[in-house]
């Protein structure tokens, strides 16, 4: 179970995420769903530890994340929305980095083995990050989050730039960690992809949560609409250029 509890975001003058609430169960597929700038990334980046909220609390496994940092990173494998990081190590460095942080035990190797295997990616393990494509990189980034088969697996626009069948391959990943009682947090723009896999849905809109629950009783509020226009009914119109604008200029001045 992840708790998010009256998470505010401020940057500058610009709120990012504004009293958010909600309970991330064990066993499900939680989607976050939002136009850009509407708090997304932000909520994923506050529950992995890299952006601090501004107010509110975070929970994760009934552990504070502000007193139990570091255990609480141990139960998380995250896949950023770039795979651009450690571009100038090898991807077996990367894995075998990501294995020392979380101190995995030399099976571990074998679970490599088949994650590589799984994600073709055999004949590239001893090049350099720097010089895949970024499907690639994905790929790499993706194998590293689930080579310590997290009880919380969090992926932020995990689909994007992958091929047909890594995409289909990382569904079937995604369900079976489901399955398993363990916990898929994800964001994405593709409303199909979270009407497919989601038990769950949040939807943002400037920071502020407009929809929490599953598809089906979305789908039910409009019987015969499909959920991409109750989606963009609820949702709106892109977030104005100019908050977007405020956004990004405020984020750039707290770094």
Known sequence: MI????????????IALKDLTLNIKSGEVFGFLGHNGAGKSTTIKSIVSIIEPTAGHIEVDGLDLHQNRMAVKQKIGYVPDSPDIFLQLTANEYWHLIAAAYDLPATADQRLKELVTL???????????????HGMRQKTVIIGALLPDPDVWILDEPLQSLDPQTAYDLKEL???????????IFSTHVLDTAQQLC?????LKKGELIYNGSVADLLATEPGTSLEKIYLKMAGRQADAQHLANLKDDQDVEK
């Open 174 to 184: 995604i369900k079976d960690h489901a399955r398993r009682g363990k916990t898929v």
């Open 199 to 203: 038990d769950e849905l949040a939807i």
């Open 3 to 14: 708790t998010l509890a009256h998470l505010n975001k401020v940057y500058g003058q610009t």
């Open 119 to 133: 994600f073709d990616m055999t004949a590239h393990v001893d090049e350099a990050i720097e010089d895949f494509s």
